[in-house]
């Protein structure tokens, strides 16, 4: 099972400058949860975001780059790559960003964990559009702004319905 884990506003915005544009401990908690103890696959952009790798989760970072090197981490060179390694190690596989690595895994991608933000901002980064003729919403789970969480937001869990060949 491979999933995609994403944040993204009204307007399929994730990020802005390599940040997110946003935050909201909830959604936080939220990630943690689901991606704990699996592999996480993302782009050495959103690797360099974080800053660290992820504990508690293989981290394995796509990246371009043969000069770049972190300590506690799995550098690999393409998508495929990535997730040949995730799957040795555990058949539920998290694709966590960015934009770039979102686009490329979206066709291998059997599940969508979004947290849809009630909000639209400047951003740089978009999630590509989500469609209903491939995707079912199967789950929604929505949390009003508060004093920790700066916009209303909710959880969302899609299932792909048409299986691409």
């Given at each position: 099972m491979i999933t995609i884990v994403v944040a993204m506003g009204l307007n399929n915005e994730?990020?802005?400058d390599n940040q997110m544009p946003w935050h909201l401990p909830k959604d936080l908690k939220h990630f943690k949860?689901?991606?704990?103890e699996h592999p996480i696959i993302m782009g050495r952009k959103t690797y360099e975001s974080i800053g660290k790798p992820l504990p508690n989760r293989t981290n394995i970072v796509i990246s371009r780059r043969k000069d770049w090197f972190e300590e506690g981490i799995l550098i690999v060179g393409s998508v495929k790559e990535a997730v040949k390694f995730a799957k040795k190690i555990d058949?539920?596989?998290f694709i966590i960003g960015g934009g770039n690595i979102y686009?490329?895994?979206l066709e291998l991608t059997d599940r969508l964990e979004?947290?849809?933000v009630k909000t639209e901002l400047k951003a740089d980064t978009f999630f590509p559009k989500i469609s209903p003729k491939i995707w079912d919403k199967t789950n929604e789970?929505?949390?009003e702004k508060d004093e920790h969480n700066e916009f209303d937001f909710c959880?969302?869990?899609y299932e792909r319905k048409v299986k691409l060949t």
């Open positions: 994730i990020g802005a949860e689901i991606t704990s058949e539920n596989v686009e490329q895994t979004v947290t849809l789970i929505c949390h959880f969302q869990t």
